[in-house]
């Protein structure tokens, strides 16, 4: 007999209802969580009072109560919380396939006549239903890049807004927004046609690498391409999740005072922010970096003197700051737990509480 | 010095003057929802909170707060300093990702004359709390609890009925101004955003472009159609639509409101997205509207069924839309006999001025249609009236046809056709004979143009002569004629109803007198265009007939 749980290379693998168990406490900590646009949500559900974003969604197209058994297992990486990147690959190949496969399927009346006969029939009438619901969330695809132009500044010039969300490596949700602007060049990275701006793979391949590390690191990467002036960079990551349903999760960074009970649940969702200062007339208040992140440190903070004179260098030559913030959603016997760490931290954090 | 405090006294009185026009710049105070919801969707929100609460206070008055809540971005004490409580200073402007242009929204929340506006707000670790007064000078309080996003609480003092009054315009506000939102917008826990969609639509069309998203249908007649702009879901403006029964929906982010909100700018871009509807209208949407209406005339629906398509379909003819070229074949109409009737046959029917509308199929029916016309029933009347005026542009306001320009095309009104008279009464037969002759004898002698006259039916069912006594016929006495206008001039048959009330006194007076009948008939047809001198004339040469067949 296989058991519901079982644990390989940094992997949980959940079986029956602790996928549904999983699946439903990933969800709620996500709809409390208030995501902004910042995060990679996709869109919402405007008309349901909950909303529902494109991660609730894919978790819940991973859930059995969705797919009706016909997936046997959910894998969740360890580190993250979230499920593994073959998962995601998984519902986003079966929204690709809804439309080929409901019409090649009898209608549901058929199936549903045949089934009583036949267990194939059965099985195809669960796939009917799966494939139909899947369809009605209309999921985008969970990685994705965009460009938008944001004004033309003449001479050539133009701003532009790059939106980039993918999984990080060990599975965290992340969406890049990147403010640039690009002077006028013989050989561009962002080319426009009317209004509409096209960005070479160049780009897309360098900031695809570069957020997965940190929002500076990716602002200063991207400041070394030519002809390019970035104005900010901006990383919302969703996670890690803990939650009761996986026994052995192992988040980054993550007090093992937390998730200690069966039904815990937490989620972290983290902001980073690297903005040039383009006022100079602004007090230092206004200036300084600012990490309100209890879970993560400045990047300078861990450099030699060596490495951090060159790197003063570069920060009065960009003439940016950095700020970090990061909230929380917890069930309420975590929330004590959650506020010491940030006292502890000397951050001011926003904790919802998941609703039980 | 003097010279100068009053200049400067000056500068203030015109700066006062213009905030309290901008604080009143939208006609309905509740507007200001509009604004809020606006910049929170610009500052990355996807899900706002919208409600409201009464706490009594002392008497009858209490306190009423609307809080709009987002979980965007928020505020720094810097962009508070530099965005939120300086006029014009929006770095917005021009900005194609954002709706918010000039920064004047917020001080739209002072029109409801608030006692207090209370902004909570917080940006990576530090939050604020902004309270503006009733005389809109403000405090900046650093709060020790983290806010995420922006929350908004505009308080008024009022008692519980005013409060009552409230709750719905705040509602009906949000409801107008935001529907179409790409965000979870409530409204007390209850969502308000709708899909940017025609859901009553009957059919519809949709196109998406770089430009702008159009939706375009048609709507069941007791729906009022509307031409509404938006962008980004907010609304911008709604009209009533230019095509009857046709709605439409337009979203795009070139699309903006003028500085007073109560018009969408007209320019470059406006132009462009008007084409893409335009080419919308007459392309797809023609397409599908063509193949449902030709599916409802070939399973035989009812007026009712049909007639939202057939009148907005008589809009786009009027408009100059031309029937797509896989659609020339496809039934627009029916004529009276059944018959299923496509956009060319109707266009080159009424080329021929041969196209015409009739409530039941009569004699003059049948004779037009032997005539090569094509006869629909009456309540197809704005498609035959739109017909005459194809491609003339807007009928009107509405591009309807109005009720009189349909009625110009009944077939009463474009068509005459006298039908033979049979008697079997021979006393009959020859009093009609004779005063026909006696009439025509009087003409001839009196140098009218009358070829003939002839005895005919003119009152009988449908006829578009009823109650005439009688009709002067081009072109013979019995085949179909345009029906004249006028009676000034007898060239052609003198065509008189031999059934008719008038003539029966004069029947038997022909027996006797039949100059007298013939003088007496003639000044019946004649009313409204006898002259003295054609009285004169006709009564001359009626009394020398007279004589002479008396001395004869």
Known sequence: MKSAVATHRGMQVLHGERVDAYVEQAVALLQAAKLSAQYPIGSVSRTSPQGGSTLTGYLRAMGSRLHRGLYPQLEVELLSGFPSFKEWTRVRTDVDLCGRVLADLPAPEILRERAALDAAYGKQLLKFLYYSELLQLGLPPFEGMAIRLQRRMGDGAARFQLVLDKLDAVGLPLRCTAEISQQRSADPLITLRGDRAEAKRELWGMLYRVVSLDAELSFLQLQSLPGLHVHSVTIGTVGPLCCGSLQDAQPLDWPVSLCWQPHAAVLACAIETVQRSEQPELDQEDVSDRNNDPLSSLWKDALSAAARREYEQARTRYRYRIIKDRKFVADRANVAALKALCTQAGTQNLVYVVPP | ?552
């Open chain 2, 1 to 552: 010095m003097a010279e100068k405090q009053k200049k400067t006294e000056r500068a203030a009185d015109q700066d006062e003057d213009a905030l309290e026009a901008l604080v009143n710049q939208f006609a309905d105070p509740m507007s200001f929802v509009r604004e809020l919801v606006q910049n929170s969707i610009d500052a990355g929100s996807v899900e706002i909170d919208v409600s409201c609460e009464w706490k009594p206070t002392a008497g009858e008055v209490g306190t009423a707060s609307i809080h709009v809540d987002d979980f965007g971005l928020g505020m720094d004490r810097n962009i508070i300093e530099t965005k939120l409580t300086r006029l014009f200073s929006s770095d917005k402007e021009g900005d194609l990702t954002k709706i918010g242009k000039f920064g004047i929204g917020f001080v739209s929340v002072f029109a409801i004359a608030p006692d207090a506006v209370c902004v909570d707000t917080g940006r990576g670790g530090e939050s604020w709390r902004v309270l503006f007064r009733r005389d809109r000078s403000f405090s900046l309080i650093r709060l020790a609890e983290p806010i995420e996003g922006t929350k908004i609480q505009v308080i008024k003092q009022m008692t519980e009925p005013e409060y009552r009054a409230l709750l719905p315009r705040v509602r009906g506000a949000l409801h107008f101004h935001c529907k179409h939102v790409d965000v979870a917008l409530r409204f007390s826990g209850e969502p308000i955003t709708e899909a940017f969609d025609l859901p009553e639509a009957l059919i519809k069309e949709r196109d998406k472009s770089d430009l702008s998203e159009i939706v375009m249908g048609i709507l069941p007649s007791q729906t009022k159609p509307i031409l509404g702009f938006y962008n980004r879901g907010l609304t911008l403006v709604e009209r009533p639509s230019d095509v009857p029964h046709v709605g439409c929906k337009i979203q795009s982010s070139y699309l903006e409101h003028t500085l007073s909100r109560d018009s969408v700018v007209q320019d470059e871009n406006y132009a462009r997205i008007m084409s893409q509807r335009e080419r919308l209208l007459r392309g797809p949407f023609l397409r599908t509207l063509m193949q449902k209406l030709d599916a409802l005339l070939k399973e035989g629906a009812p007026p009712d069924r049909v007639r939202p398509y057939q009148a907005s379909l008589a809009a786009l003819v009027i408009r100059g839309c031309a029937a797509p070229a896989d659609c020339e074949n496809l039934a627009v109409a029916t004529s009276i006999t059944g018959l299923c009737v496509c956009l060319p046959e109707l266009s080159s029917a009424a080329e021929r001025g041969k196209l015409v509308h009739a409530r039941a199929q009569t004699p003059l029916v049948d004779g037009l249609i032997k005539a090569d016309g094509c006869v629909c029933p009456a309540w197809q009347a704005p498609l035959v009236a739109a017909m005459y005026r194809a491609g003339s542009g807007p009928w009107g306001a509405s591009d309807t046809p109005d009720e009189d320009a349909q009625n110009a095309y009944a077939i009463e009104q474009q068509f005459v056709l006298p039908l033979p008279f049979h008697t079997s009464d021979r006393t009959l037969k020859k009093r009609i004979t004779a005063l026909c002759a006696a009439t025509q004898k009087l003409l001839r002698k009196s140098r009218e143009k009358a070829e003939s006259v002839a005895m005919a039916q003119l009152g009988y069912e449908g006829s578009s002569v009823r109650g005439a006594l009688s009709v002067v016929m081009p072109s013979g006495a019995f085949s179909l004629a345009p029906l004249p206008r006028g009676h000034d001039s007898l060239d052609g048959t003198l065509v008189i109803d031999a059934e008719h009330k008038q003539l029966q006194p004069l029947l038997p007076l022909c027996d006797r007198e039949p100059e007298l009948a013939a003088y007496t008939l003639l000044k019946l047809c004649l009313f409204g265009q006898m002259t003295a001198e054609r009285d004169s004339a006709l009564l001359t040469a009626a009394m020398e007939t007279r004589w002479r067949r008396m001395t004869s």
